[in-house]
């Protein structure tokens, strides 16, 4: 508790000398920092896209039909297009014998018009004929045995009553033209895909997605790819950030390492100017080399909270001056790749999201039973890493091995987020928790 008081202090004196508040009133609820953050976001602007590209991407327009579908009546199945007058009664037993004077194959279009006591072989999606307003399936009449028998098929015996509009599609029967048939703000899904692709657009219009710039900073961070010198590390930060960009629908823009100096972070910001959004990680806690505050203090308006959560304290949300055009929102998530992780999950992702106009935001969350204690030392809202299973239709979440911000495995295992309230020191095994889904397990619950 007492370093805790310190860090206040050290950052009262911090924000002074930029002239900037910052006091303990920064120690914020995550809904606080989210709600903050947030209200900087909105949707952007569409963008015309090919229409398979656009899957996954938020309608940025009402779709009205330009046509009928289906755009003409259609055959339902394989059969005889008939007058339904003509087959009043019919039965095994009383056949009505019809001349066939014609076959429509689906593409085709009909040339005869079907006259009384006449049929005309149809297939199935073939364009009905004039005249015929019904079609008998091949099996309700005696087409199959006079095939074998090789008979020229230049009459049927219809052997069955089929109600008018039998087996008939109807056109217009899904969508009329002019209709409402997708609204704004609908997630393009393969069905979406498919119903757009039914009335002929190779293109619709779509909310662009948000170029995200990210960026690492620290002396002790290597490239990957390279060797690793003495006292280094991986810079792993990047990698999870832009795989996690790209997985909620965002383009990310890798900007590399900047290194813990003024000029160099200077020079690496440059190149975030044109993004959506600029994610950095790391230098927002309180070490001696975090010049990544002066700077940003120095390019924008800039926030450093300390979140009530673990992992995932120290935060900065603010935005980078752009001469050339709006300020630029950046997210400083913290250094340590799982509080980096939950951040993006709890702050970047919604952000991103919001930005691609998806709504319902938040992971599905379930109640489930803890089979392990998850226990919380300062009054911080805790997000576990837990292995969620379903037994038996209960949720039990597992923690997922040591929670240390820096156990990066731990949140590979994981497949869940399970919520320790501030308020509560231990949430104890055989407790019902609250677990924040990131993925679901693929075996089938047996
Ligand atoms: P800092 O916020 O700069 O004090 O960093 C906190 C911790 O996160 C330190 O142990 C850093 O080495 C580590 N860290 C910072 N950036 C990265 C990164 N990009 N990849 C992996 N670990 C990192
Ligand atoms: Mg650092």
Known sequence: ?????????????????????????????????????????????????PLLEALGHVLAVDISAPLDLPPSANSGMDGYAVRREDIVDASEDAPRMLKVIGLVAAGQVPTQTVLPATAVRIMTGATIPSGADTVVPFEE???????????????????????????VRPAGEDVRQGQLVLDRGTVIRPAEVGVMASLGLGSVPVVRSPVVAILATGD?????????????????????????VIECGGIPKMLGIARDNIEDLRSKLEAALDSDLVITSAGVSKGDYDIVKDVLTQRGDMNFWSVRMRPAKPLAFGHLNNPKGRPVPLLGLPGNPVSAMVAFEM??????????????????????????????????????????ERRNGTYYAKPAGPQGSNILTSMSRANGLAICPENLATKRAGERVRIIMLDWNEEVDL
């Open 220 to 244: 002790e961070l290597s490239e990957i790819g390279h060797s690793l010198e003495p006292a280094k590390i991986y810079d792993s930060n990047s990698a999870s950030v832009a795989a996690s």
């Open 347 to 388: 702050f970047a992702r919604p952000a991103i999201r919001t930005m691609l106009g998806r709504g319902r935001l938040p992971r599905p969350v379930v109640e489930g039973v803890l089979t392990g204690p998850i226990h919380n030392a300062d009054g911080r809202r805790v997000y576990a890493r837990v292995e969620v």
């Open 141 to 167: 009449t005696d087409e199959i045995a006079r095939k074998a028998a090789g008979d020229p098929l230049e009459e049927v015996a219809i052997m069955a009553d089929l109600p008018y509009g039998c087996n």
């Open 1 to 49: 508790m007492n370093s805790h008081i310190q860090h206040h202090a050290g950052d009262a004196e911090a924000a002074h000398q930029h002239g900037h508040r910052h006091n303990q009133q920064d120690m914020l609820s995550v809904e606080e920092a989210y709600q903050r953050i947030m209200a900087s976001f909105s949707p952007l602007e569409p963008v015309e896209m």
